[in-house]
């Protein structure tokens, strides 16, 4: 390059990352590099002993749990060795638990199938409707001086309250009235003493804001020169996992306030919040499930039925089904699988239409003589009140304890009943011994002979029936016992040795 030679001054652009193209090498001119870590730390002598350590203890614990034994069942004849009937009695409480955990584990399968389908109770919402009315003509005082002074701003305005309460049922009414029975006879002198009663939890108490996820007023088409009135409030989204909601979205009452001095009709409409979401179906699934509103779960489960009770399962795979005229109509297929009925029956929902609710903002003074709240009855759908039991009994603590305390109780039977095998294996081998030793020492012989050919990998068949060797007798180095097949055989045998009992 010349020295006189002045390169034209370019503007310094960031570098920007291109896709990589087949041809072009990445990275430039230079030595390619690994995609993977760099500068990996050698570990030191501390960490690899500690590796080390943790992996022995591993060992250690699969091995324990290898040797744990597992047999609770008493081996046979083991009558004939004690007194009484304890044997008899053991089996029976074994059978007995067997049935138990049966029941108990098929009531908790009932339990918590029910609270997954979410069963529901309707019950009625009580709203009232009413307003007030402030500044309006007929408010003022009589005529005075400032009357006719219009630089005073005050404007005619209205209020109107939307309040909402769930009424109780007749479960609740007959509760009030056996409290009264009790009350009454527990003025009589000769009444027997009882225990008390254990105290029910109460069932939660919903507010009016929890059935509904948005709340409008459609107010009458404005005309020219006034401001849109319309009022609308959407229930807010949870904050984060927790399961309440914040403090705002959880009333009983709603009050907005406007600007008129006229009679107005308007609508109040509120669109209902459940969980799981419940859905309008069209008139051709309607047909099908008789429901005109539900949930995806019971749409769905009433198609199934439907077609279980018309026979239109297929008979070599009863996934498939075949479509009468009413499937047809709905679905337009001829054949379809239950796995994709949620896709079928999509086209066929809709979201409920909202509740209306007409009223008329009454203005005039004869009216606010003596207003009268406009009310109105709306079906809700509530969890029911065992949900919530059956929900703390499922989550409930104790149970993990109890089943780890059944769990160590069933090891300690587990061992003992081991020990119980060997003192058996035991009370044979004597007795044994003692009817006829010299045929009993013959045939003990033999098999430890077979055993050792199977010990050493040189066992076959019709082969080392007679105990005419002695190789198994010598110890030292140079013996079998010291090979490594020998070693090995050996070490699997004392792993399953049994664990005797503590006392």
């Not at 896709?19 to 430039?28: C, E, I, L, V």
């Amino acid at each position: 390059m010349q020295p006189g030679y002045r390169p034209y001054p370019q503007q310094q652009v960031p570098p920007q990352r291109t896709p990589h193209s087949a041809g072009q090498r990445r990275g430039g001119i230079g030595p390619m590099m690994s995609s993977g870590p760099h500068h990996s730390v050698p570990l030191t002598q501390a960490q690899i002993a500690q590796q080390q350590q943790a992996a022995a203890i591993q060992f250690e614990m699969a091995k324990r749990r290898s040797r744990k034994p597992t047999d609770k069942n008493l081996p046979d004849n083991v009558d004939d060795c004690i007194v009484g009937d304890m044997a008899m009695r053991y089996r029976d409480l074994r059978d007995f638990e067997r049935r138990l955990d049966a029941t108990m584990t098929r009531k908790r399968l009932d339990i918590v199938d029910s609270v997954n389908r979410s069963v529901k109770r309707w019950k009625t919402l009580r709203i009232w409707i009413t307003n007030t009315a402030e500044d309006q003509v007929w408010q003022g005082n009589a005529l005075s001086s400032d009357t006719f002074d219009f630089s005073n701003n005050s404007e005619p305005t209205f209020r109107v309250k939307i309040e909402g309460r769930l009424l109780d049922d007749d479960d609740d009414l007959d509760k009030d009235d056996d409290s009264q029975d009790n009350k009454e006879t527990s003025d009589d002198p000769d009444r027997m003493d009882e225990d008390p009663k254990p105290k029910t939890a109460k069932s939660p108490k919903y507010r009016f804001s929890h059935f509904f996820k948005a709340l409008s007023v459609d107010f009458p088409s404005s005309r020219k020169g006034v401001v849109d009135q319309s009022v609308e409030w959407k229930k807010p989204e949870r904050a984060g996992p927790s399961s309440s909601l914040p403090a705002a979205a959880n009333f009983d009452e709603l009050t907005f306030k406007r600007n008129g001095d006229e009679n107005l009709n308007v609508t109040i409409n509120l669109y209902r919040h459940e969980e799981p979401e419940r859905y309008a179906v069209s008139h051709e699934l309607e047909d099908i499930v008789d429901m005109s509103e539900a949930t995806r779960q019971e749409i769905v489960m009433g198609i199934w039925e439907y077609i279980k009770m018309m026979g239109l399962s297929e008979d070599e795979e009863k996934r498939n089904f075949r479509c009468d005229d009413l499937l047809k109509k709905a679905f337009g297929i001829e054949s379809g699988s239950i796995p994709k009925l949620h896709d079928f029956i999509t086209p066929h929902l809709k979201p409920l239409p909202p509740v209306k609710l007409p009223y008329t903002i009454r203005l005039d003074q004869e009216f606010h003589r003596d207003p009268q709240p406009t009310v109105y009855d709306v079906r809700v759908a509530v969890d029911d009140p065992l949900r919530e039991k059956m929900v703390s009994f499922l989550n409930n603590a104790g149970y993990a304890n109890m089943l780890k305390e059944a769990a160590s109780l069933d090891d300690q039977l587990a061992i003992i009943v081991q020990a119980i095998h060997v003192s058996k294996a035991k009370h044979s081998f004597l007795t044994s011994l003692s009817e006829d030793p010299a045929t009993f020492i013959r045939d003990w012989l033999s098999s430890q002979k077979r055993d050792l050919d199977v010990i050493m990998g040189e066992s076959m068949r019709g082969v080392g029936e007679d105990a005419t060797g002695d190789e198994w007798r010598k110890g030292g180095k140079d013996s079998v016992w010291s090979t490594i097949n020998a070693r090995e055989s050996v070490n699997v045998i004392l792993a399953k040795q049994p664990v005797q009992p503590q006392r």
